[in-house]
């Protein structure tokens, strides 16, 4: 009878651990790791999916970095997603250096522009005119965080176009702060700028004519994710591949997360439920 009973315990054990380990396993499939940038469209896009997501029944980690440790990250698969690559041009180095250990899951924009920007009230149009401004802004560029792509573009648009400028590294905040104050003094100022971007709707802006094509002409805004992931993830993989997002659309999400500092969870969360039937259709 003891042996019996010992036989019949040590069977439910097997058994519960085979429950247990297929338990973890389905909690393990629905946890999703997303690696952003602070660009206020990515930080946007990126709340945005974490609070739908999390609305679906998933676990939602976000790992929030610069550029280059975020493509690591993924190739490496310490992530699972980026939603902020821009192609062709602006992240073709890290393409070059991780593609093959990454793969193509979707596109949110098609209509990105980056470049050197002014005020409209700066009288200049082109890169080519640059110069003749100098003294102005104290030959100064206004950057943003050292590894981002645009960086090291307007480094070569610095060489290319022989100017004598200094690229200033600093953050999207520290822009956008440098570009406040000097447009309410009406103050010349050159800066780092993109769209999609709510600068443009708050300030009139002009992004700088490009002859040389160094800044290319528009880009999209594509998901990546760590090669494999989208196979082993078909309902995740569907959401992100139709994640596409209007002018309109991800203006209107942006004002919302701008217009709440740390409060990023709960201004996408009211967009998402104001623009549910939009949102949820990404899921078929």
Same mark, same amino acid.
């Given at each position: 009878?003891?042996?019996?009973?010992?036989?019949?315990?040590?069977?439910?054990? +097997?058994?519960?651990? *085979?429950?247990?380990?297929?338990? $973890? %396993?389905?909690?393990?499939? =629905?946890? /999703?790791? !997303?690696?952003?940038?602070?660009?206020?469209?990515?930080?946007?896009?990126?709340?945005?999916?974490?609070?739908?997501?999390?609305?679906?029944?998933?676990?939602?980690?976000?790992?929030?970095?610069?550029?280059?440790?975020?493509?690591?990250?993924?190739?490496?698969?310490?992530?699972?997603?980026?939603?902020?690559?821009?192609?062709?041009?602006?992240?073709?180095?890290?393409?070059?250096?991780?593609?093959?250990?990454?793969?193509?899951?979707?596109?949110?924009?098609?209509?990105?522009?980056?470049?050197?920007?002014?005020?409209?009230?700066?009288? +200049?149009?082109?890169? *080519?005119?640059?110069?003749?401004? $100098? %003294?102005?802004?104290?030959? =100064?560029? /206004?950057? !943003?965080?050292?590894?981002?792509?645009?960086?090291?573009?307007?480094?070569?648009?610095?060489?290319?176009?022989?100017?004598?400028?200094?690229?200033?590294?600093?953050?999207?905040?520290?822009?956008?702060?440098?570009?406040?104050?000097?447009?309410?003094?009406?103050?010349?100022?050159?800066?780092?700028?993109?769209?999609?971007?709510?600068?443009?709707?708050?300030?009139?802006?002009?992004?700088?004519?490009?002859?040389?094509?160094?800044?290319?002409?528009?880009?999209?805004?594509?998901?990546?994710?760590?090669?494999?992931?989208?196979?082993?993830?078909?309902?995740?993989?569907?959401?992100?591949?139709?994640? $596409?997002?209007?002018?309109?659309?991800?203006?209107?999400?942006?004002?919302?997360?701008?217009?709440?500092?740390?409060?990023?969870?709960?201004?996408?969360?009211?967009?998402?439920?104001?623009?549910?039937?939009?949102?949820?259709?990404?899921?078929?």
């Amino acid at each position: 009878m003891r042996n019996i009973t010992i036989s019949i315990l040590f069977t439910c054990a +097997i058994l519960l651990s *085979a429950c247990g380990g297929k338990k $973890k %396993d389905a909690e393990a499939k =629905k946890e /999703v790791t !997303i690696a952003m940038v602070n660009w206020l469209e990515c930080i946007a896009d990126t709340h945005l999916a974490k609070v739908v997501l999390e609305e679906k029944g998933y676990k939602v980690n976000l790992i929030n970095a610069n550029v280059a440790p975020v493509f690591a990250a993924v190739a490496k698969g310490n992530a699972d997603l980026f939603m902020e690559v821009w192609k062709p041009v602006t992240h073709k180095p890290y393409l070059d250096r991780f593609g093959d250990k990454l793969e193509n899951v979707g596109i949110v924009y098609t209509e990105g522009k980056i470049g050197l920007v002014v005020p409209q009230y700066v009288p +200049i149009n082109s890169l *080519a005119e640059l110069n003749t401004i $100098k %003294d102005k802004v104290q030959g =100064k560029i /206004v950057g !943003i965080d050292p590894g981002a792509g645009m960086m090291k573009l307007t480094q070569k648009a610095i060489e290319d176009y022989e100017l004598d400028y200094e690229l200033m590294a600093s953050s999207e905040a520290g822009m956008l702060a440098s570009l406040k104050r000097a447009y309410d003094k009406k103050e010349f100022i050159v800066f780092t700028g993109w769209k999609p971007h709510t600068k443009f709707t708050k300030y009139d802006l002009k992004i700088l004519e490009d002859p040389k094509k160094i800044y290319g002409n528009a880009e999209t805004i594509e998901i990546i994710a760590t090669k494999g992931w989208s196979a082993k993830n078909p309902e995740l993989a569907t959401f992100f591949k139709n994640f $596409k997002m209007t002018d309109e659309k991800l203006g209107s999400l942006m004002i919302a997360i701008e217009a709440n500092p740390g409060k990023e969870d709960e201004a996408a969360r009211k967009w998402y439920h104001e623009n549910k039937a939009f949102v949820d259709a990404w899921f078929n």
